[in-house]
Each structure stands twice: as C-alpha cells, then as structure tokens.
Nanobody
Framework: QVQVVESGGGLVQAGGSLRLSCAAS????????MGWYRQTPTKQRELVAT???????DYGPSVEGRFAISRDKVKRMVYLEMNNLKPEDSAVYYC??????????????WGQGTQVTVIS
C-alpha cells in the first residue's frame, strides 16, 4: 500500500524557520512531480511549491524568496525549507506526490497534513 507521510510541522515565532519532510513508501516504480500545498479553515488549498522530475521548481507568490523546495529521488522524499516565517504562513501543509506504479500508470497521493503555526 502506498503512503505519503509528512513531518516537521510545529510552532515557531515570526521570523523563524522550519523544515518539512515528506516520505513516500510502498510499491513505487518512480516519483514524478512532488509538491507542497497549504490550507486554512478560511481559505482554499493553495500551492506552496512544486518540483518536477528534472528538478524544476515553482513557488506560490506569497512564499517566493522565503521557501525552498528540494527532493531526494532515491529516498522518495521531498523537503520544504521555510525561512522568515510570517503569521499568515500558519496553515496545515500537505505533501502531494505523483507516484508511478509502473512505467506509465501514475496518480497523485496526498499526505495527511502537518500543522504549522507562526506566532508574532
């Protein structure tokens, strides 16, 4: 059974840093695009950052320059380094991985989410 699990959330003061990790496990042939999204009770889930198989990255406008996404294809892990955190970054952060069960069949898998709370 394929699973995607996030870790690394927590409580941090404004201006601080956190690093999120996300690991995929199970019967996986390879990993495609990996990404982070976030959601609050009052906002729709929004893109934070993505990284594709070649390593090309994309960031949401509110985190550009403060957050950095990276991946380890061998370990099937994706990371999100968050710096200069602001209270408005508080949200549940979700990992999404595009996982291949063979050479051509793939689908998105979501983690259960990890809470990030930034206090001023």
């Amino acid at each position: 059974q394929v699973q995607v699990v996030e870790s690394g959330g927590g409580l941090v003061q404004a201006g601080g840093s956190l690093r999120l990790s996300c690991a995929a496990s199970g019967s996986i042939a390879r990993v495609g695009t990996m990404g982070w999204y976030r959601q609050t009770p009052t906002k729709q889930r929004e893109l934070v950052a993505t990284i594709d198989y070649q390593g090309a990255t994309d960031y949401g406008p509110s985190v550009e320059g403060r957050f950095a996404i990276s991946r380890d294809k061998v370990k099937r892990m994706v990371y999100l380094e968050m710096n200069n955190l602001k209270p408005e970054d508080s949200a549940v952060y979700y990992c999404k991985q595009d996982l291949y069960s063979n050479a051509w069949m793939h689908r998105d898998y979501w983690g259960q989410g990890t809470q990030v709370t930034v206090i001023s």
